[in-house]
Structures are given as C-alpha cells and as structure tokens.
C-alpha cells in the first residue's frame, strides 16, 4: 500500500505540471492498430493471446481516472514484460516525455536533473563543457572559436576542425543544438570528439574531461582603424547579461564611443527579464515586448532605470542563430527605428517558456506565452527581416573575414550603397538625442 501510495502521489505531481518537433506523417509503430476492415480479414498470430478477456464497448467509454491509469499500466509492465523494463524512475520519465510530446510543440520538454541543474547553471553564467564556439556550415558543425584556457585549448582542438562524431556516434547532419546537448555534461565527466582537419590525413580523436566553462557573456572593444565605433557582442542573456553589458557600454564610452555594433548572432536568447533591461537600453520608450497569454496581453515596458547612457548611431547583427531573447531586443530596436537591422532573418521563436521544478531535482519546461515586437507583429516561425541583409559566404568565414561586421562599419560611415545609406540616416536621426 505504501508504495502503490508513493506512485499516486508521483501521479498527481505529472498531472499538476502538464499544461517535440513534428517531422509530417510517418508509418504507424509496429504493434499499432490497425484498421478495423484489415483486422477483419487477419486470424491471430499463434503467439498473440489475449490476458482477458476484451472490455465491452459500453465498459471502455467510462472514463478511467488518471493516476489509476498511470499506475496500472506501470503494474502491468513490472508483472508482464519479459525483458529489462527499467527502473521506476526510467518509465516515469518516458511517462512525463510522452505527455508533452502530445502537445506538440518543438519547445516544450521535460528536463532531468542533470539537464535541469545545467540550465540553471547557465543562467547563473557557467555550464559543464568544452569551451569551444560551434557553427553549422555544409551540414557539419564547424568550430568557430576556442576559448583560452579551457579544456578545448588544452586538449588541442583549432578553429576551422569539423565535428563528424560524439562518444563514437555520428554527428553530421546533426543540428548545432543536437551537437552541443552532446558535448555538455557534468564537470570532470569525458566526452570524446572526432574531427575532421584540413590538414590531417585521416579523422582526429580527442578525448576532453569537461569542466565548467564561465561564460564570458559580454565582449568589447573599440573597432580597430575605426575610432569613435564600438563592437559589443552579447552571447546570451543570462543573470548577468544586462549588469556585464552597462559596464561594457561604460568602458567603451570611457574610449570614446560615438557610434555601437551590437552583436547578437549566434546568441540563443535567454531570460526574458534580461532582455526588456537591455532593450531599455537602446530604445527611447514604449513597450520592449508584447506579451499574449491567459486571454489578455501585457506590455512589458521600457525601464528608465536602464538609460543611462548617451543615444549613439546604432547598428545591432544578428543571422539565422539569433533566436528568442535575441529577437525581442532586435525587434524592438528595428520597430521603433532606433538602429539599423543587419544580416540574415533571424530564428523565429516568438514563445515563452516556464520553467517549473518537479520532484527529484527535475523540471518541466512548457510554453505559456506568444510574445509580439512593439509594433505588434508576431515573429514566430518568420523571424525579423534585417534592414541590411548580409549573408558570408563559407570561404569568407574559413579565410577569417567579417563582412557583416565590416558592412556595419561602412553603414556607420556613410560609405555603404545609397539604400543602406538612406536607410542608415533615418535610423541615425531616430537614435541620437
């Protein structure tokens, strides 16, 4: 009784908390049922017995109580499946997966307590890692950037290596996200990667302890030959985004800033308090972002607290990566015209998810809410249109160019094409005060 007691109360805790990518139509699983015309003309496998005897039409529309269900069904595979079911906690988490999959939506998802802690852990700034920045170019991973004095420098990967395996199992084709959620793990755990390098003759192999890896969320520097222009890139929106990026923003007005590249690509968004404090930065007033759920929208509104540094000529990057938290700063700064949109069109994450524990250290994470730009418009599965479009080319980024940043520098001095210029200008007299 008292572990029948245990599993209900484990029951009800799924209940409470639940409210995926669909791939299009697939053939139906082995075991599924078929069509009642196919049954009809089929005799039963000899190996197909049946362990009572089927329920009435009239028995199976009384709807069963869930966590009896639950419970039920967990029994029966305990007494019945011939093999290794797993553990209790195994087939509960399956449970859980399985329910929010029915929702069908790519960004809900159930997060165990390792993934939980890790995503915790980022936000607070660091992560269980390599070190390593990842880009996906011709349906490889590509690494972009070693970190100085992490366990990626140390074990010897370059930039430039291509990423064919993780632990053994193939990763090309595999999504950057796939990648990453494959290299991150707990610190002091190995992870083992294969890559391809240019000039090596065969695959390499480098075997890295994880260790956790500070994110350097904020990076400045005043533009080389370039004086008065500034580049910030901003990584992602975690706990210390907003204070790292005002001390960014200080130092650099201490160099003599007069004009900003605000460098959002490759950065996946983050919290949405972070990213309404730095949209307040850049963008005179009004709503940050529009917020819809609960049958009613909430403006989330420019903090004052937030401008206090001098309005200068802006022009903000983004490219297919820049995803979420990213996208509300970017289209908050494009719909008021306080800075000019440069690059590719961005992710299209225009929902809110909500993090919520549950027992044994794990979480689920569901989507609650629609968020809209101040204009009202919903970038979900569209993303933001840059005002410039920009887009490298593969032999660009091997040869170590920028052209993106380099046509942000050329947009800030006037020396761009006689479009960019116009649309430089009107976002210039929008900006400086």
């Known amino acids: 009784m008292k572990i029948r007691r245990a599993y209900l109360l484990l ?8 409210g995926g990518l669909s791939l299009g139509r697939v053939a139906p699983p082995e075991g599924a049922p078929r069509p009642a015309r196919l049954l009809a003309a089929l ?10 005897a089927p329920m009435s039409p009239q028995a ?4 069963a109580d869930p966590v009896e269900t639950y419970y039920n069904a967990m029994q029966k595979i305990r007494s019945s499946f011939y093999g290794q079911a797993g553990s209790d906690e195994t087939l509960t988490y399956a449970a859980i997966r399985g329910m929010l999959a029915s929702l069908g939506d790519r960004y809900t998802r159930f997060l165990e ?12 700034g660091e992560f269980g890692g390599i070190g390593a920045k990842l880009q996906r170019m011709q349906n490889k991973v590509v690494i972009m950037e070693v970190l100085k004095d992490t366990p990626a420098m140390r074990a010897g990967l370059k930039k430039g290596d291509q990423i064919i395996a993780v632990d053994g199992e193939n ?43 500070e994110i350097q969320v904020v990076e400045a520097e005043m533009v080389k030959d370039h004086p008065g222009i500034a580049h910030i890139q901003l990584h992602e929106f975690n ?16 160099k003599g800033m007069k004009a900003l590249i605000l460098d959002l690509r490759y950065n996946p968004g983050g919290l949405l308090t972070e990213a309404v404090s730095i949209g307040s930065r850049f963008i005179p007033g009004g709503p940050v972002v529009i917020i819809q759920g609960g049958g009613q929208d909430r403006k ?48 299209g994450k225009g929902l809110v998810q909500t993090i919520t524990p549950i027992q044994g250290g794990s979480a689920v994470l569901i989507t609650t809410h629609r968020y809209l730009t101040p204009a009202g418009i919903d970038i979900n599965k569209k993303g933001i249109m840059p005002d410039i479009k920009v887009e490298p080319k593969a032999e660009e ?10 046509e942000a520098v050329a947009v800030l001095e006037g020396k761009q094409s006689p479009e960019a210029h116009k649309i430089a200008e009107a976002a210039k007299s929008a900006t400086v005060q």
């Open 11 to 18: 029951g009800l805790a799924v209940m409470g908390f639940a």
């Open 43 to 52: 005799t039963p496998l000899p190996e197909e017995t049946l362990a009572s």
């Open 60 to 63: 199976s529309s009384v709807r």
């Open 113 to 124: 307590p390792e993934e939980y802690k890790e995503m915790m852990d980022r936000n607070r």
């Open 171 to 213: 990763a090309v084709g595999l999504s950057i996200t796939k990648v990453v959620e494959k290299i991150h793990g707990q610190r002091g755990s190995t992870v083992k990667l294969t890559v391809e390098r240019k000039d090596a003759e065969k695959p390499l192999v480098f075997s890295i302890v994880r260790d956790n890896i």
């Open 239 to 254: 706990q210390m985004s907003d204070e790292k990026l005002d001390q960014a923003l200080t130092d650099m007005e201490k």
């Open 300 to 347: 989330m509104m420019v903090d004052p607290s937030k401008q206090n540094h001098k309005r200068v000529p802006l022009v903000v990057l983004v490219n297919k990566l820049s995803a979420s938290a990213s996208e509300i700063v970017s289209g908050a700064i494009k719909d008021t015209k306080s800075g000019i949109i440069l690059g590719t069109s961005t992710w």
């Open 397 to 406: 980024i091997e040869a170590g160019k920028d052209p993106e940043l380099q």
